[in-house]
């Protein structure tokens, strides 16, 4: 009897255990949420500044109230569109569309001045380990298809131009990068 009764403890505790195991290792790889346009603003106003401008900041704007509550219409106008419904983290098409949701590599002490500066490429790395993402022409078809009843085609290069909030050295140098409307 006794020899069960330590048998089923042993056989609970380590049910217990596996089960903290596993719910360590499911928080770990629990999916990363968005932090919203204006926490990317605090160390990139520049491009922040630029994709204001864009018809994407705008993109929910566009649609008309009653398209705003259409999950139809509401799934390429927003930013994080919470599946089967029309809830979103931010209307209009945010800086976590293409480049990810930031939680993790915009986390605190991850992406910063300072982690750049001590270790550029291990901090790149990093960030890309956490989610960052390069946006392809594969992310922005995802919206810009036919799917979209106003679809007007999609060529890569020309749609990026229009766009454009990297390499604005280069991009100063050839033209002044539209920022009338600069956030101070
Ligand atoms: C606390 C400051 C800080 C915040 C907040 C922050 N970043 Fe960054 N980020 C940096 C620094 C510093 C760099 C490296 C220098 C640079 O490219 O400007 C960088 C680089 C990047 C790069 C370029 C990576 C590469 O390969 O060159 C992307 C894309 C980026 N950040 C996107 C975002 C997005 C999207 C958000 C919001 C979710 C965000 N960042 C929030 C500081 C920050
Ligand atoms: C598959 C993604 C997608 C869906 C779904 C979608 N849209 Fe769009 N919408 C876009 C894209 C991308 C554009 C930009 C047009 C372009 O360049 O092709 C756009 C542009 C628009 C515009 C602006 C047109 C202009 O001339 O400025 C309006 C208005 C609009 N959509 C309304 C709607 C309505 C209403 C619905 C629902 C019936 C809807 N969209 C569903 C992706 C989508
Ligand atoms: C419609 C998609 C889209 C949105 C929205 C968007 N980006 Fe980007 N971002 C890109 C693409 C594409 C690149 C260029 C990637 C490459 O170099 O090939 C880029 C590059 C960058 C870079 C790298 C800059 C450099 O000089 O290398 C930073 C930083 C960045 N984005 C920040 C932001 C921030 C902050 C926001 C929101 C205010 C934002 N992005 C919104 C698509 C987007
Ligand atoms: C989450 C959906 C989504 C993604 C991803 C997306 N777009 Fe868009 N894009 C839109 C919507 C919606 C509009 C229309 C906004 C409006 O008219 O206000 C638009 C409009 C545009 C426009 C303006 C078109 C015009 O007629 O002037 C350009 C340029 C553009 N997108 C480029 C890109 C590029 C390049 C990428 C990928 C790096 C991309 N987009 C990714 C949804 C998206």
């Known amino acids: 009897m006794k020899k069960i009764v330590v048998f089923l403890g042993i056989a609970i505790f380590m049910t217990m255990a596996g089960t903290s195991v596993a719910q360590?290792?499911?928080?770990?790889?629990?999916?990363?949420?968005y932090k919203g346009?204006?926490?990317?603003?605090?160390?990139h106003k520049d491009q922040y500044n630029i994709w204001l401008e864009s018809p994407h900041a705008t993109a929910f704007d566009k649609l008309e109230e009653?398209?705003?509550?259409?999950?139809?219409?509401?799934a390429c106008?927003?930013?994080?569109?919470?599946?089967?419904?029309v809830e979103h983290a931010e209307p209009g098409v945010g800086c976590e569309s293409c480049h990810n949701?930031?939680?993790?590599y915009a986390?605190?002490?991850?992406?910063?001045?300072?982690?750049f500066k001590a270790d550029p490429e291990g901090s790149k790395e990093n960030w890309y380990t956490l989610g960052l993402v390069k946006p392809t022409e594969e992310n922005c078809v995802a919206c810009?298809?036919?799917?979209?009843?106003?679809?007007?085609?999609f060529d890569f290069d020309k749609y990026m131009a229009k766009i454009r909030h990297w390499d604005l050295d280069e991009l100063e140098a050839a033209e002044t990068p539209a920022t009338e409307e600069t956030v101070k």
């Not at 360590?24 to 949420?33: G, H, K, M, P, S």
């Not at 986390?107 to 982690?115: L, Q």
Request: net charge neutral; charged share 35%.
């Open 24 to 33: 360590d290792a499911e928080a770990a790889e629990e999916a990363a949420t």
């Open 37 to 43: 346009s204006k926490k990317c603003k605090m160390c």
């Open 66 to 74: 009653a398209d705003q509550a259409k999950e139809d219409c509401v």
């Open 77 to 85: 106008h927003v930013m994080g569109k919470v599946d089967g419904s």
């Open 101 to 104: 949701p930031g939680s993790k």
């Open 107 to 115: 986390a605190k002490g991850v992406m910063s001045k300072k982690t």
């Open 144 to 153: 810009h298809n036919e799917k979209s009843p106003n679809f007007e085609g």
